[in-house]
Each structure stands twice: as structure tokens, then as C-alpha cells.
């Protein structure tokens, strides 16, 4: 039998190889787990050994040390000349190929095509009609149009119902009148709007004689397709910098009544008429389809963000040394300390969890969408509820495991050669864009109330929150019952959720009843509503991921996945503790047991850490970490990288002459009299 950890090779700095070796499980098996296919994970592997022989889509120096220029230049050229071997590399059907082939050779700071891919031509297939799909969707597909989503204006883009972008429609010539009224009705934030794109489908408040229709999407052609010079009436341009993703250029859109045909607002669900007769669509919000496609697929990017800074961390900890446990014996890899353990394996658990999860959301979002294209929108409100709450979760989340990933490399992870700062960056982008995750975790709020006053009302809810109305014990039955088992812990995780549900629902009854309005009630009540949500979708994480381990037929893999469960389940329920202490639901003992069981989960992963992030099989081409390096051989890796700083290029900088020497001299003179 060959090694089980698939990264193995000679030359590599024993230390971690001393790790690999200890690997209780094939990472490539596990792969397919994390990638949903074994196919898919060999498919990865396939793609990035592919572009590893094309030398032109290599990286010309570590991204860090680009000016912004420089990096929107960059990912401009590697997209053309990944256009030219597109075809050779991936299926351009499968989404998966896809955004890997974009990790590997552009990486996560963005490129022109980025809102292109993710939401211009999400929305097209959609919102458009057949007719407007001939005339757009398959030039964009073609690439010989660039689109983006422009929704988000400067003054609004949580609140919808707000936005003060108007598309006035004008029956005498069949037209809509798009104007930007006031400087906080500029569209801002787009990607790739500044400076890429020379189309964008941009969501408006739609009025017909005088009366507001709310938001809608029309398609507006934005620069000239051979200068790009903006069109007349149109001002378009970059945001500026940004904490991270500077290589894709976020714009900002002002629109001087300019006119577009009728025919140009996307009528797939939502029609106006020739004569400004207004036909509704199946659901209200259908719409809104392109935010609900991004946030479905949120949860795999952001396991994806996690599992890199964690692979980076975990793989640096094993040839960090430094200190000792036994005093006697030489100093310990990082990786030893139970601190560091601790910092870092629940957020490996956390990672496969997302995944897991975001498999789930994403099989429900493929229904959901394939129910609207017959008009069908019956589970639209369960798919919004969950990938609302898990979006603002998995983010969140992400957000805290990324920070504990730099800090568990010491000095060097705040390194840009780390490359985490920039994974972070990125990353919390997710908290913000989307939905903020406040106002998404009070749409997921919403859904429960209702479910909780059905529930009061005596009916039976299913789904989802089903377990709003299943049985319920008074006391835990974690370290009560003889065999171990997931179920006591799940049914722990939802004696929890539910009763914060019905504290947030009760609460809120009772303001209601006081006579307060609903708004301001719902207001008072919002910290406990983001409670209710947040505990509803950690639930909700833990039980898929249960459901993955238990349909897990190879043993050794299962074995592995269910010592990060394990680990999981332990974590999480401490985290959340106080809610079960507060009614009794758990107790001191338990509290003790669900403790030790989480130290104990510690040991059980520390052989296989590596393996673990190894089994998520990123390439040093697209992890771009120093520390990362799956060889192991960072300190001599981190002495060249420093070369690059241009700083380094000569010996003395001219500010020595311009400003430090006239300055010591000056010191030096004061001195002397
Ligand atoms: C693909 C790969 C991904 C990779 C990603 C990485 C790159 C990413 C690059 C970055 C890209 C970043 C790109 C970007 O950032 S694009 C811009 C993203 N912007 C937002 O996400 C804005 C957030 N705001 C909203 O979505 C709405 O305003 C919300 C939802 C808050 C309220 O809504 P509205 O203002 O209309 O208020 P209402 O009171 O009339 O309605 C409330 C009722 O409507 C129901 N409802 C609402 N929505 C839905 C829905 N969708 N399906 C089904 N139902 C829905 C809801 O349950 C409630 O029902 P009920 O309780 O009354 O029964
Ligand atoms: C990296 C990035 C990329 C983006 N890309 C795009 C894009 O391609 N296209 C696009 O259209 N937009 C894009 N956006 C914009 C993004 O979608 C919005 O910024 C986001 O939806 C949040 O809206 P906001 O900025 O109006 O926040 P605000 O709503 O102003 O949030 C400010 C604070 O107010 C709170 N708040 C607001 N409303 C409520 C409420 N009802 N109840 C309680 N609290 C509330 C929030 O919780 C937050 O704490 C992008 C943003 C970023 C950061």
C-alpha cells in the first residue's frame, strides 16, 4: 500500500513529512468527500497540473508586491490568455472547474470577468426571455460582452425598497428614462464596474405614471463595444482601494436620464406592456434570483477561504519549532501545544462543515431554480431563510477561524508572504456583500417567528423547522446514555435553538400586545432575533454534517470525518453553552464531560492535522503562501521572497539623502554646540 497522504515527496523537510506519514486515511479519498465526487476531486488535480505547462499563466512575481495597477493589469492578462486555452482545461459548464481554474491561476483578489461569471450571467439565465437571452445571454457567454450586477448605490443597498435609481417608463416612445437624481443614488460597490465591463444589468425603481413599482432589473449598455469610452449620459468609473480585492476594479455608475428601449428591462417573471400595463410576477421576489444564487454558493467559497489560511497554518505549525514541553528533550513543532491545537482544529472542523453544508444549500438552490423556470415558487421562502442565515453564519465564522490562522503563525503570519491577510481581506468581504449579515440574519428571523406562532397555534411545522414541534426533553442526555451518539448532542443543539426562538417570539408577542408597533418591537427584539437565527443555522451546520459522516461507506474515511464531528459537536455546544445552563438543560457535569470530550478530540486529530488540510489538496500555485508551502521549506523560501520587495533594490534609498542624513546631521550638529 502506497502512503495515504497523498503529498509525500522526497526532499521535502522531514518534519512535516513526519506528519504525513501519520496519516490514518487517504487524502484523495478525502477529497472527494470535501469536493463531492471523486471525479471532481480528480478533476481539480487534472486542471491545476494542466496550467502548471503553461508557463504564460504563471504568476511573474508574488502578488503582493504589485501595485494595483499592476494586479488589475495582471489577472486582464491571464484572463485573455485563458480564454485561448479555456476549452483544453475545463468543462466551461461545470461552475466547480470553473471558479478552481480561477483560484489556481488568478486567485481570489478578482478579475474583469469576476460579477461577469458570478452574477451578470446568473441573472440573464434567470430574468431574461428568450428573446433577450438571443440578444445577450450568449454574447456574454461567448465573452464578447462583459456584464455586472448594479444594484448597490451609495446612499442604499441593504434596503432595497429604497433605491433611488429611477427607470421612469415613457409610453409615447416606448422607452424607460434611467436617472441617478441625487449623488447618493450613484450606483457604488459593483464589481468590476469602474473600469471592465461594458454592460450591466442595473436594478432600478420602476415607475409608471407616477406610481413606484419597486426594484427591477433593466439592461444597460454602459461603454462603446470597440472604444469602451462611456456612452453619452453615462459617468462610470473605480471606487478606489479597498481593505483587499484590489485587483478587481468596484465602480461607481451615474446615470443622466438616459433612455433605454422597453424591452431592455428583463420580463422573463415581470412584464410592462407596450401601453404601461404593469403584470406582476409569480413571487415578488423573484427578482432577487442573482443575490440568492451568490449567497447558495457563499458557503463553499468560504470553506474554501478557510481551509487555505487553515492549510497554510497547520502545515507551518508542524516546522515551526519553538519552546519545550519536556525541557529534557529538544524544542516542540507549534503544533504541539494544545493552545495552538486548540486555535486551529475546530476551525478545520468548521471548514468541512461549510462544505458540507453548502453542498445541502446548493442541491436546494438547483431545485428552487429549476422550479421558477415553470413558474413554480413554492420552497423560494425556505431556500431565502437558509442561505440568509448561513451566509451571515459561515462568514462570520470564516472571519474568526481566518484571524486565529494568522495569529497561530506568530510574527510571520503577519507577513504578507503568509498570504493570509489577503485570504482574510477577501474573505470578510462575505460579512458585507450579499446582504449585510445583520439584516440577513433578521430575514431569517423573520421565517422563524412565523414558524414559532404556527407552532403556538398548534399546528405542525416540517422542514427546516421541523423540530419546532418534534418532542423535546426537559435534560440533556449527553454522558447519560450508555453508547455515544450524535443524536443526544443534535437533540441538545435544538432544545437550544428552539427554546431562543421562542424567547425572541415571546418577547416579541408581548411588546406587540403592550400596543408597541410592529417595527419598533421588532427592533427592541433584534439582538434576541439574530440570537434565535444565528442558533437555528449552527443547528442546522451540525446536523449536515452528521448527515455526510453517517452516509460515509469507507471506513477509514468515515473514521477520520467522524473524529472532526466529534471535535465539532464538542466545540460548538461549549460556544453556546450558556443558552442549555440557563434553563437546566445541561448541567455542571455535563459542562465538565462536554470539556474533557473536546480535549480528548484534540489528541485524536493532532496525527492527522496535516492530513487533514493536505486532503483539501490546494497547490502551492494558488495557496501563494510562504508558510503554506506544501514542502515545508519556509525559511529559506522566506529570505528569497523578501528579494522581491523593491525596496531592496539598491542599497540606500534617496530618501536617505532627501530627508534621514539632512536629519542626523542637523541631530548631529545640535550635539556638539
Ligand atoms: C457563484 C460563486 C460565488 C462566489 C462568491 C465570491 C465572489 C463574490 C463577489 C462579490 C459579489 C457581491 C455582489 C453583491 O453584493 S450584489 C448586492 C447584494 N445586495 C443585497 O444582498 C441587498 C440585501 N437586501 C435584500 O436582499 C432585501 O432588501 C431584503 C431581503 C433585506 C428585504 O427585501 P425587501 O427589501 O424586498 O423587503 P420586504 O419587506 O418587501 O420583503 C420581505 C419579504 O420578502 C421575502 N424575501 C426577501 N428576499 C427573498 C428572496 N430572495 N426569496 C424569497 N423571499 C424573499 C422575505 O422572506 C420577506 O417575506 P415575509 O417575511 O414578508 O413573508
Ligand atoms: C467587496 C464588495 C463587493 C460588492 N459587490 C457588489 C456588486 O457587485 N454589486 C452590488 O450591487 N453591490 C455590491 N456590493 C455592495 C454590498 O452588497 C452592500 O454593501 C451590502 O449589501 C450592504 O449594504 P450597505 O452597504 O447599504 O450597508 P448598510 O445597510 O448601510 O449597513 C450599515 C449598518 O447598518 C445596519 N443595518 C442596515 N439596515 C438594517 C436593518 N434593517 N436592521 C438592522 N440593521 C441594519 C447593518 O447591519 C450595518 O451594521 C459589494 C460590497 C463589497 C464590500
Redesign the pocket.
Known amino acids: 500500500m502506497g502512503n495515504l497522504n497523498k503529498e509525500i515527496r522526497d526532499g521535502d523537510h522531514p518534519d512535516i513529512t513526519e506528519e504525513r506519514l501519520k496519516s490514518t486515511f487517504d487524502t484523495h479519498k478525502m477529497a472527494a468527500q470535501i469536493y463531492n465526487s471523486q471525479r471532481a476531486a480528480d478533476r481539480r488535480n487534472e486542471i491545476t497540473s494542466a496550467v502548471l505547462k503553461i508557463p504564460e499563466l504563471q504568476d511573474i512575481k508574488p502578488l503582493p508586491f504589485l501595485s494595483r495597477e499592476e494586479k488589475v493589469e495582471e489577472a486582464a492578462r491571464k484572463i485573455g490568455i485563458l480564454s485561448e486555452h479555456l476549452y483544453d482545461l475545463v468543462n466551461v459548464n461545470d461552475g466547480a472547474e470553473l471558479y478552481h481554474l480561477n483560484n489556481v491561476v488568478i486567485g481570489g483578489e478578482g478579475n474583469p470577468l469576476a ?1 461577469h461569471g458570478v ?1 451578470f450571467i446568473p441573472v440573464l439565465q434567470a430574468q431574461a426571455t428568450d428573446e433577450q437571452k438571443k440578444k445577450w445571454l450568449y454574447r456574454a457567454m461567448k465573452r464578447e460582452i462583459i456584464g ?5 448605490e451609495m ?5 432595497l425598497r429604497k433605491l433611488e435609481t429611477t427607470a421612469t417608463y415613457d409610453k409615447a416612445t416606448e422607452e424607460f428614462v434611467l436617472n441617478s437624481p441625487t449623488t447618493t443614488s450613484m ?7 469602474g473600469k471592465s465591463t461594458n454592460y450591466a444589468v442595473v ?1 432600478a425603481t420602476l415607475i409608471i405614471n407616477e406610481k413606484d413599482y419597486g426594484p427591477h432589473s433593466f439592461m444597460v449598455q454602459l461603454r462603446d463595444e470597440n472604444t469602451h469610452k462611456p456612452l453619452p449620459n453615462i459617468e462610470v468609473g473605480d471606487i478606489g482601494p ?1 481593505m483587499a ?1 484590489n485587483a ?1 476594479d ?1 465602480g461607481f455608475l451615474k446615470l443622466n436620464h438616459l433612455r433605454i428601449p422597453r424591452t431592455n428591462m428583463l420580463m422573463k417573471h415581470v412584464k410592462v406592456e407596450k401601453d404601461g400595463t404593469y403584470i406582476k410576477p409569480p413571487h415578488a421576489k423573484m427578482s432577487y434570483s442573482a443575490m440568492v444564487h451568490v449567497r447558495a454558493h457563499m458557503n463553499n467559497t468560504m470553506a474554501y477561504f478557510l481551509a487555505s489560511s487553515l492549510t497554510i497554518a497547520v502545515r507551518y505549525s508542524s516546522i515551526r519549532r519553538q519552546g519545550h514541553i519536556n525541557p529534557k528533550e529538544p524544542e516542540v513543532k507549534v503544533l504541539e501545544y494544545q493552545t495552538q491545537q486548540h486555535r486551529l482544529f475546530p476551525h478545520i472542523a468548521r471548514a468541512y462543515a461549510f462544505s458540507f453544508a453548502g453542498a445541502e444549500t446548493v442541491r436546494l438552490y438547483e431545485k428552487v431554480k429549476k422550479d421558477m423556470e415553470s413558474g413554480e415558487t413554492e420552497l423560494m421562502a425556505d431556500l431565502h431563510a437558509l442561505t440568509s442565515g448561513l451566509k451571515s453564519v459561515v462568514t462570520y465564522l470564516t472571519m474568526q477561524g481566518i484571524e486565529q490562522a494568522r495569529q497561530s503563525c506568530g510574527g510571520h503570519g503577519y507577513s504578507m508572504a503568509s498570504y493570509i491577510s489577503e485570504i482574510y481581506g477577501i474573505a470578510i ?1 462575505g460579512c ?8 440577513m440574519l ?1 430575514q431569517l428571523a423573520r421565517y422563524l417567528m412565523k414558524a414559532a406562532k404556527a407552532v403556538k397555534e398548534g399546528k405542525k411545522v416540517e422542514g427546516l423547522v421541523g423540530y419546532l414541534s418534534a418532542p423535546d426533553n426537559r435534560h440533556s442526555l449527553i454522558d447519560r446514555t450508555p453508547e455515544k451518539s450524535y443524536d443526544t448532542y443534535l437533540k441538545t443543539f435544538e432544545h437550544i435553538a428552539r427554546q431562543q426562538i421562542f424567547r425572541a417570539f415571546d418577547k416579541l408577542e408581548k411588546m406587540l400586545t403592550s400596543g408597541l408597533p410592529h417595527s419598533e418591537a421588532w ?1 427592541k427584539c ?1 439582538v434576541e432575533l439574530t440570537r434565535a437565527s444565528r442558533l437555528h443555522t449552527r443547528l442546522f451546520i451540525a446536523q449536515a454534517f452528521a448527515r455526510r459522516v453517517h452516509d460515509v461507506v469507507d471506513f477509514h474515511i468515515k473514521e477520520a470525518l467522524d473524529d472532526l464531528l466529534h471535535l465539532h459537536l464538542n466545540y460548538e455546544l461549549l460556544d453556546v453553552a450558556s443558552y442549555a445552563l440557563e434553563d437546566g438543560h445541561l448541567c455542571g457535569e455535563q459542562m465538565n464531560f462536554i470539556r474533557s470530550e473536546l480535549y480528548r478530540s484534540l489528541g485524536k486529530i493532532r496525527p492527522n492535522a496535516v492530513s487533514y488540510v493536505d486532503a483539501w489538496e490546494l497547490s502551492d500555485m494558488e495557496l501563494r503562501s510562504v508558510l503554506g508551502r506544501r514542502d515545508g521549506h519556509v525559511y529559506e523560501n522566506l529570505y528569497k521572497w523578501a528579494q522581491n520587495s523593491s525596496l531592496n533594490r539598491t542599497d540606500v534609498l534617496p530618501v536617505f539623502e532627501k530627508y534621514l542624513k539632512p536629519l542626523m546631521m542637523s541631530a548631529r550638529k545640535n550635539s556638539k554646540l
Open positions: 460579477l452574477m455586472t450586477y448594479a444594484q448597490t446612499g442604499h443597498g441593504s434596503n450606483k457604488w460597490w459593483p464589481g468590476n464596474l436594478v479597498k480585492y478587481t468596484n468581504g458585507t456583500y450579499e446582504g449585510e449579515n445583520m439584516v433578521l427592533n433584534s
